[in-house]
């Protein structure tokens, strides 16, 4: 009996001098900092321009929602995670899109990323070395995993060329020219990486595969 009236004098000293939602709801906790991390294409100002609405925004009851509807519409973000830092500061760190080339599709250009996604194409200086691809993003997703299954050595080329006739034409920083046939071309590209290491085709800049089981050299 005597437990129980020590709990209950216990309990109506806490919750009377102890309120849990003004507390909560304290200034203190409002949103008063946003710091954007690990972000190398996309420019932090914009980000947070953004992301404006969550400032004075309660810290301990923000939706992670409403900032994943924001982020998801930029096209260079592949994921991101959110760290609350109480009492008032939001971490936002930032996993881009890598570009692997430039998709030239008509008169639509996109940067192509490493997963095969289509990013956006905007202007950014240190990606305008990578290789341009004349073609279709399914055409050319066929052949990237045809590359990467024998390990071909994709920074090579500068350029890739579809054909109405479904083949490709791969040409080199070095300006040689592969002239693949539309199927079976990986026997092709094979023979070409142990030709490229020989210094007697280095004189080569043509290497023509389009004939079933011969090779032309020019």
Do not use: C
């Amino acid at each position: 009996m005597k437990k129980r009236l020590v709990i209950a004098l216990v309990l109506l000293v806490l919750f009377s001098t102890y309120k849990p939602q003004k507390l909560f709801l304290s200034s203190k906790f409002k949103i008063e900092e946003i710091k954007i991390e690990n972000n190398f294409i996309l420019n932090d100002k914009e980000i947070k321009k953004d992301l404006a609405f969550l400032y004075n925004e309660n810290l301990i009851f923000l939706k992670i929602y409403n900032i994943k509807k924001v982020l998801k519409k930029k096209n260079f973000i592949d994921s991101f995670e959110v760290k609350k830092i109480y009492p008032n500061k939001l971490r936002i760190k930032i996993y881009e899109k890598k570009p692997i080339a430039i998709l030239q599709n008509k008169e639509k250009k996109f940067y192509i990323s490493k997963n095969l996604n289509l990013i956006n194409f905007i202007h950014l200086e240190n990606y305008m070395d990578l290789p341009t691809i004349f073609g279709n993003k399914e055409s050319f997703e066929i052949l990237y995993k045809n590359l990467n299954k024998i390990d071909f050595p994709f920074n090579l080329i500068k350029k890739f060329y579809l054909y109405e006739s479904r083949r490709w034409d791969l040409e080199t920083y070095k300006k040689r020219l592969i002239k693949l046939p539309a199927e079976n071309y990986t026997k092709s590209l094979k023979n070409f990486m142990n030709l490229r290491k020989e210094n007697k085709f280095d004189k080569y800049e043509v290497f023509d595969y389009r004939i079933n089981n011969q090779l032309i050299l020019k």
